[in-house]
């Protein structure tokens, strides 16, 4: 039926990007078109069916099988895969209690669940990897440095901890890091850390990288602590710092160990740290890695010597700054930059600021003027707009233009050579956006744009029924022509995609036959005859095939009447065998109605005959 509404379609191959021009476009392609592993496949089987599986205990949380147990490798995925798809509960996260499973890289990020859930799951395992990144407020941080001292073995073994966006009381001040010996890894991302708190920190005797991005820290001199072992730092859009420039570029001048630097900022605050920084000869000899993303007064003379001087180096971060578009960056070997200069520097700023919404943005705004006129297939770029989508649902301006961009690198015969599974994912975010913001019109747009897509629309799977509701609505709305048009052609093939059941379940079916009707009827006054009419024909012999429900609806809105006078005004055979199709199906649900009417009066007539012929023998 699809083809048949639409001849000019023929069935789709994935045409694969080549693997020398674009080596991680095809690679995508390869492990997007492949097939779930078995490992993950079982998880997935585990987890939908948790509650049937475990028994419960008395305080209502579920327990495990006794006779299971679980590997640290697969345990560590299990809990990985509970916690991506938000099925981590108190009443859940029970089943890694006792030693049945045995963890070592925890990831709870984005997770509710309550501090005592918290302690009693994962405190008595032996940890040496953390990520409690945005956790609900239940578990705030200092009750998850707390737990994790509760275990000796964790205090002398926790090498990496991530507590990104975690709450902190308002009567919680020093956080006590330095029960743990052995962490080298800590980054405490848009987290209330104060100066004391990086005192704390600075002590720890293994410390080799440190976020401190976002926090309340207004002085890093005690960064001098450590200064003969770390050797990564991050101290992006740090707002409240009071040093003084020549204050701050000493204490970095001290930290010679340092690979890596981080002082990008929002391009907003015009800060000039970075432009003095470059300025600086003798300063982070053995950097291999400067972001500096967002830094005002930056030009491309003044980042080319800075690296000239530093051969070594392996990246730069040049994002919403002026610089980046000399031949220089494109030239030199093994250098890796984000920035917005060209496709290649706009994929490396997805991919490194995939975490930071205000880089995500200028990154999306950059790819969208890019691929105004792609007429390149590139699906390792989409699969950055989608993790941008997914680490922002919330973020309006992420998501309008990340479905831009989306659109201009499906447009046309662009999606034919993306993955179904990457497609399917890129359309539920779009869905999931129109949620969170579904006042939006022009997301709206995009999504609608989006669906018309015939391999979107056919090809790949999505929540049809959700699709239904969304561009019924929209079309209720008495759009420009244009938009009209195309929410018409998309209810015409998403209604051929619906059960019965479905279709009869739509609170907005009533609205739809009656503006599809009311489209008929302008076009037949208007004696024409153009694509909208023949959309809208097919949209209503789609609705009404198989569904009493809409047969109904298109009857009791004069639906036979209005159609009789199309048979009346135009004479093309297109046009005739959809009306008389049309008009066939409700005629006959039209004779059965009236059948089935006729057969229960004559029952109930015979059934008071009957009472009456009792009445009076009696």
């Known amino acids: 039926m699809v083809h048949f509404l639409h001849p000019g379609h023929t069935p789709r191959n994935i045409v694969p990007p080549d693997a020398q021009k674009d ?25 939908a069916n948790l509650e049937k599986l475990c028994s ?3 305080d209502g949380t579920l327990c495990l099988p006794e006779h299971w147990s679980f590997p640290q490798e697969v345990a560590d995925r299990f809990l990985r895969v509970m916690t991506w798809q938000g099925k981590l509960t108190d009443r859940t996260a029970s089943i890694f209690r006792g030693n049945q499973m045995k963890l070592k890289l925890v990831n709870i990020q984005k997770a509710k669940i309550s501090t005592a859930a918290f302690i009693k799951a994962f405190c008595h395992h032996k940890l040496i990897e953390l990520n409690a990144t945005a956790v609900h407020a239940d578990l705030p941080v200092p009750d998850i440095i707390s737990g994790l ?37 800590l980054s405490v991302f848009n987290v209330c850390f104060h100066t004391e708190d990086l005192a704390n920190v600075s002590q720890l005797p293994r410390l080799e990288s440190l976020d401190i991005s976002n926090t309340l820290v207004t002085d890093i001199s005690a960064l001098l602590t450590c200064k003969d072992r770390l050797k990564s730092l991050t101290m992006h859009y740090l707002k409240c710092l009071t040093m003084t420039k020549p204050q701050i570029l000493a204490v970095i001048r001290e930290l010679k160990c340092l690979l890596h630097l981080d002082v990008s900022d929002h391009r ?27 830094g005002n007064c930056i030009t491309d003379e003044a980042v080319e010597l800075f690296i ?36 290649s520097q706009i994929s490396e700023a997805l991919s490194r600021y995939r975490n930071r919404s205000c880089f995500m943005k200028e990154a999306l705004y950059r790819l969208f003027t890019e691929t105004f006129s792609m007429e390149v297939t590139m699906p390792a770029i989409l699969k950055l707009v989608a993790v941008g989508m997914r680490n922002h649902p919330l973020d309006l301006q992420v998501q309008f233009t990340a479905s831009a961009c989306a659109l201009n690198l499906t447009h046309q015969g662009l999606a034919k050579g993306m993955p179904v599974r990457l497609l399917s994912e890129v359309t539920c975010l779009l869905f999931k956006a129109l949620k969170n913001f579904p006042h939006y019109q022009q ?11 015939s391999r979107i629309l056919v090809d790949v799977p999505f929540d049809r029924f959700d699709a239904a509701k969304f561009v019924m609505r929209w079309l209720c ?27 009869a379940q739509l609170e907005e079916l009533f609205m739809a036959v009656k503006e599809l009707l009311a489209i008929v009827k302008q076009k037949t006054t208007e004696n024409l005859d153009d694509v909208t009419l023949l959309f809208t024909l097919k949209a209503l012999w789609n609705l009404t095939d198989g569904s009493p429900a809409a047969c109904k609806h298109f009857i009791e809105n004069q639906g036979l009447e209005i159609f009789i006078q199309v048979l009346e005004t135009f004479s093309e055979s297109a ?22 009417s006729s057969c229960i009066s004559h029952i109930q007539d015979s059934q008071q005959s009957r009472c009456e012929r009792l009445h009076r023998e009696e």
Not at 477 to 498: D, G
Not at 575 to 596: E, Y
């Open 443 to 453: 997301l709206q747009k995009n999504c609608l744009l989006s669906l018309t897509n």
């Open 575 to 596: 046009i005739q065998s959809k009306v008389l199709g049309l008009l066939v199906l409700n005629s006959l649900k039209t004779w059965r109605d009236c059948a089935l």
């Open 23 to 47: 080596a991680l476009g095809f690679c995508v392609v390869q492990e997007e078109a492949s097939p779930y592993t078995l490992v993950n496949i079982c998880l997935n089987v585990l987890i």
């Open 56 to 58: 419960e205990r008395p």
């Open 149 to 185: 001292c509760s275990n000796s073995w964790i205090q002398q073994n926790l090498q990496c901890l991530l507590l990104d966006s975690t709450s902190i009381p308002q009567n919680s001040r020093l956080l006590f890091f330095s029960q743990l010996t052995s962490l080298r890894i």
């Open 268 to 294: 907003q605050l015009k800060s000039d740290l970075a432009f003095h920084l470059l300025q600086q000869k003798d300063i982070l000899p053995n950097v291999v890695s400067l972001d500096i993303s967002g």
């Open 477 to 503: 709305k008495h759009e420009n022509p244009k938009m009209q048009t195309m929410a018409v052609s998309v209810t015409s093939i998403l209604a051929l995609q619906l059960s019965p059941e479905q279709t």
């Open 308 to 343: 000239r001087q530093r051969p070594a180096m392996q990246f730069v971060g040049l994002l919403a700054t002026d610089a980046g578009y000399s031949d220089f960056f494109t030239t030199k070997q093994g250098l890796r930059v984000a920035g917005g200069a060209s496709m």
